[in-house]
T-cell receptor, first 113, second 107 residues
């Protein structure tokens, strides 16, 4: 089954404790991206990647890192999480950056205390 | 990259057509218009996309004006399950979602 898989789905952590949210897609897509969603602010893009070893900042990259060492994986890294990073996070992928539908993961709800 | 403007909310009676407008006046010639919807806190779901011509699929129709500065998503017979937030986005390098339109389908 074609899908985008995120882990963990739910996480409660404390300020400053490094964490990684994994994202994996099995569709051989070139383009992958991360979004965060907060009440009243819609979906905001954090980082995106148009191919392996190619990443770029979205609209809200501060406090986040990403890597794209393999085509299928695009982990989101929070080196030192803070409470303002409490949010619902979505990973998405699409065959190419300028055409085709985005496939979304089920979301990861992160709470930073 | 072009951004979009959508009304924050709309109501529609069940069984009637829902027409959701989107303004994208700064769209470039090679940017597609995409529509997605999000039900509760699930991942957004693709609905339809187009470049210049009107498009139709099993979910909806997309009408794009001739100057491409605006578009309308049409759900021909809205059901309660169509209650969701609908996002209109234009894309080249980035998929910018914005806040969307909350469609409330009422019995």
């Amino acid at each position: 089954e074609a899908q985008v898989t995120q882990n963990p789905r739910y996480l409660i952590t404390v300020t400053g404790k490094k964490l990684t949210v994994t994202c994996s897609q099995n569709m051989n897509h070139e383009y992958m991206s991360w979004y965060r969603q907060d009440p009243g602010l819609g979906l905001r893009q954090i980082y995106y990647s148009m191919n392996v070893e190619v990443t770029d900042k979205g609209d809200v990259p501060e406090g986040y890192k990403v890597s794209r060492k393999e085509k299928r994986n695009f982990p989101l890294i929070l080196e030192s999480p803070s409470p303002n990073q409490t949010s619902l996070y979505f990973c998405a992928s699409t065959p190419r950056h300028n055409t085709g539908e985005l496939f979304f993961g089920e979301g990861s709800r992160l709470t930073v205390l | 990259d072009a951004k979009t403007t959508q009304p924050p909310s709309m109501d529609c009676a069940e069984g009637r057509a829902a027409n959701l407008p989107c303004n994208h006046s700064t769209i470039s010639g090679n940017e597609y218009v995409y529509w997605y919807r999000q039900i509760h806190s699930q991942g957004p779901q693709y609905i339809i996309h187009g470049l210049k011509n009107n498009e139709t699929n099993e979910m909806a129709s997309l009408i794009i004006t001739e100057d491409r500065k605006s578009s309308t998503l049409i759900l021909p017979h809205a059901t309660l399950r169509d209650t969701a937030v609908y996002y209109c986005i234009v894309n080249f390098n980035k998929f910018y979602f914005g806040s969307g339109t909350k469609l409330n389908v009422k019995p």
